[in-house]
Nanobody, 121 residues
Framework: QAQFVESGGGSVEPGGSLRLSCAAS????????MGWHRQAPGNQRKFVAD???????TYADSVKGRFTISREGTKNTVHLHMNNLKSEDTAVYYC???????????????WGQGIQVTVSS
């Protein structure tokens, strides 16, 4: 199983910015894509952003132009830069990593423990 260290959540006023960070590690195997989902109270977990080892990124329409995901070189550490935050961005944000623990091209997604982001005046 992957180990995750998530950081950077908190409270901010509308229009403000936050940066989330996630470091993932495996005792063996490899990690390909990493990214974030979020879950607001009473709602399902939804995709936010993803980045591959090549740097290719994907975003949900709701965050395009406001959020930027980045990855530290070949490290399994990603950052989510969130700008112009809105109240509807309030949620628990979960880091994900697509892992292949046995190096057999059999990948599956694992999750971090989640971190709270609250946008409120």
């Amino acid at each position: 199983q992957a180990q995750f260290v998530e950081s950077g959540g908190g409270s901010v006023e509308p229009g403000g910015s936050l940066r989330l960070s996630c470091a993932a590690s495996l005792s063996s195997g490899s990690i390909s894509n990493m990214g974030w989902h979020r879950q607001a109270p009473g709602n399902q977990r939804k995709f936010v952003a993803d980045i591959g080892r090549s740097g290719r990124t994907t975003y949900a329409d709701s965050v395009k132009g406001r959020f930027t995901i980045s990855r530290e070189g070949t490290k399994n550490t990603v950052h989510l830069h969130m700008n112009n935050l809105k109240s509807e961005d309030t949620a628990v944000y979960y880091c994900h990593a697509v892992v292949d623990p046995n190096n057999t091209d059999d990948y599956h997604r694992e999750w971090g423990q989640g971190i709270q982001v609250t946008v409120s005046s």
